[in-house]
């Protein structure tokens, strides 16, 4: 076998891996973006595959629950929740932010939102709000991770896979699973909406998972290489 047939091989093998992250990364970011209408949610239900979900996953079937019952009544209430946990005003219960939880005084724009933003210029990309707000935030860093699968799935050379498939893992290990436990955790303790705990819970697993996941992949790439 030549190398440009096994390379041309494992991209087409890992394309289904790759598009199935790509798509439970999309679910997540959409889980913790603004419900400001019930169309955000509709669309959650509509693509979520919430029966696979619910199969899968003790928060899955928390957010099936919430979905297949949910009313414009609930909607409005998500909103205030979502407006209460990540917003205000008055304290949050929920700051989304990775160096609230890293930091000794839960500070922003901590050591960790500058390695975040080194992380996203290594890429060429830059968060909108850079020096207006801290870098660190939930949704661009799974934004981040979106982008990172995208070019993952896009990408023919087998070492430069390996490479992003390690960035992937670095992100994971350094910065969103050191962080996401402690967010989920305020939010599980904190709130009876069945959305947030159930994205909250299905957020760290699937970090979690991924991580896991990823380092088997890298492993057993350099064999097939």
Known sequence: MTTTTTTETLHIQLQPFFLSRKKYYQ????????????????????????QELEEI????????????????????????EYQRLFIGPGPLVAPPW??????????????WTYQIRE????????????????????LPELEFMIYLVDSCLQETKTDRLVELISSQIHF????????????SKRIIEQTNSQLYLG???????LLTFDLTTLLEVREALPDVR
């Open 27 to 50: 679910l997540l970011h959409l889980l913790f973006s603004v419900p400001a209408t019930g169309e955000l949610l509709v669309g959650i239900q509509d693509n979520g595959n919430m």
């Open 57 to 80: 996953h003790d928060g899955g079937k928390i957010l099936r629950n919430f979905f297949e019952h949910m009313t414009p009544e609930q909607i409005d209430r998500e909103n205030e």
């Open 98 to 111: 990775e160096s609230y939880y890293r930091s000794r005084e839960h500070l922003l724009f901590e050591e």
């Open 119 to 138: 992380q996203y210029h290594l890429f060429g990309l830059q968060y909108k709000n850079e020096n207006n707000e801290p870098d660190d935030h939930l």
């Open 172 to 183: 994971l290990e350094n910065h969103l699973t050191m962080w996401i436990p402690y967010f």
């Open 199 to 205: 994205a909250s819970m299905l957020l760290e697993d």
